[in-house]
């Protein structure tokens, strides 16, 4: 090999690592997220960790006279998980409103009146955490609480936004939801998960029926704008 087909190597060569090391930068700042959702919920699962709800009161009168846990503290970390105790405390991000969900060890602020019709007013929303949905109604009143995240507009972005909704998929019938709104606890459990087109806004639009239901939505499959989950929620009796 002569000198200049050495280097004529050594240049291809380097474009080509260049090339991969990108892609693997390209895939693992698309999916970081939900794959860090994955394996911490597989863990989770194959240690029987089991989580518990506290409630982390966030006003600033019961703040002057309770030691607040600081919000990265809310959920327990991987480390924890790997190496912590079989059960494991989950807070609320926000008393005045925020989801927590113990099977999947999720909790997020939920953001209030958010219209779901228009891309530029949720979509900053989603890359920080849930929307509750403009026009339907809150916790403790007759109609549907429709909450919606990991949204987005193409699967490249996916790893732009929350991804605390990702693992709703395996939610069951009798899963636990707990909703904190206005420093209430307000409990749900599964009632049915379905699977429809973007364009049903069936859910979002049922007329009252005199009984309160949550709605949480997401993209199905995730990352993708193909369907939507809805995991279907009734009151606790």
Request: hydrophobic residues 40%.
């Amino acid at each position: 090999m002569t000198r200049s087909e050495a280097v004529k190597f050594i240049i291809i060569r380097s474009i080509g690592n260049f090339l991969v090391l990108f892609s693997l930068f390209g895939v693992l700042a698309t999916f970081g997220p939900v794959l860090y959702y994955e394996v911490q919920f597989r863990v989770v699962q194959a240690r029987g960790i089991h989580f518990v709800v506290g409630h982390q009161p966030t006003s600033a009168t019961q703040q002057k006279n309770t030691t607040a846990v600081p919000q990265e503290e809310t959920t327990p970390g991987f480390a924890q998980i790997l190496e912590g105790d079989k059960e494991q405390i989950l807070l609320p991000k926000d008393t005045q409103f925020s989801i927590v969900i113990p099977k999947i060890g999720a909790s997020a602020k939920i953001s209030p009146n958010v219209d779901p019709g228009n891309q530029e007013a949720f979509l900053p929303i989603l890359q920080k955490g849930i929307a509750h949905a403009q026009g339907s109604v809150f916790p403790g009143m007759q109609g549907n609480i429709y909450l919606f995240a990991h949204s987005t507009d193409n699967w490249w972005n996916v790893g732009r936004y929350n991804a605390v909704f990702y693992l709703l998929r395996d939610l069951t019938l009798g899963d636990e939801i707990i909703v904190f709104f206005e420093e209430r606890r307000y409990e749900y459990v599964v009632s049915q998960t379905i699977i429809a087109d973007p364009n049903d806004v069936s859910f979002l639009a049922q007329p009252h029926t005199g009984k309160e239901k949550l709605v949480l939505q997401t993209c199905w499959p995730p990352g993708t704008t193909w369907k939507r989950l809805y995991i279907i929620a009734v009151p606790k009796d």
